[in-house]
């Protein structure tokens, strides 16, 4: 099995900045892409950004140029700094993780228990 545990949520005003980190565990031989998505109250979970095992990284529109992904292969944890963050940047934050256990399989899915960020003054 294997377990992603997010931390770094919490409230802050309007501009201020977050930092968010993953750290995966368990029975892990590597990991593909790993990455942030988010939930908004009554909305549906939407991608936030992602990062592949070699870097290469893809962010949602909204996000750009405020918001930046990177990861640690060798910790199992990828990160995600969010500066000048704004209302609508408020939700649940989930990192997700494409996971291989063994060398012949290919990756699964693993989800974190989700952070909260609110963003309000």
């Known amino acids: 099995q294997v377990q992603l545990v997010e931390s770094g949520g919490g409230l802050v005003q309007p501009g201020e900045s977050l930092r968010l980190s993953c750290a995966a565990s368990?029975?892990?031989?590597?990991?593909?892409?790993m990455g942030w998505y988010r939930q908004a109250p009554e909305k549906q979970r939407e991608l936030v950004a992602t990062?592949?095992?070699?870097?290469?990284?893809v962010y949602r529109f909204s996000v750009k140029g405020r918001f930046t992904i990177s990861r640690d292969n060798a910790k199992n944890t990828v990160y995600l700094q969010m500066n000048s963050l704004k209302p609508e940047d408020t939700a649940v934050y989930y990192c997700?993780?494409?996971?291989?256990?063994?060398?012949?399989?290919?990756?699964?899915?693993?989800w974190g228990q989700g952070t909260q960020v609110t963003v309000s003054s």
């Open positions: 990062i592949t095992s070699a870097g290469s990284t």
């Open positions: 368990g029975s892990i031989f590597s990991i593909n892409d």
């Open positions: 997700n993780a494409q996971v291989r256990s063994t060398w012949y399989s290919a990756g699964y899915p693993y």
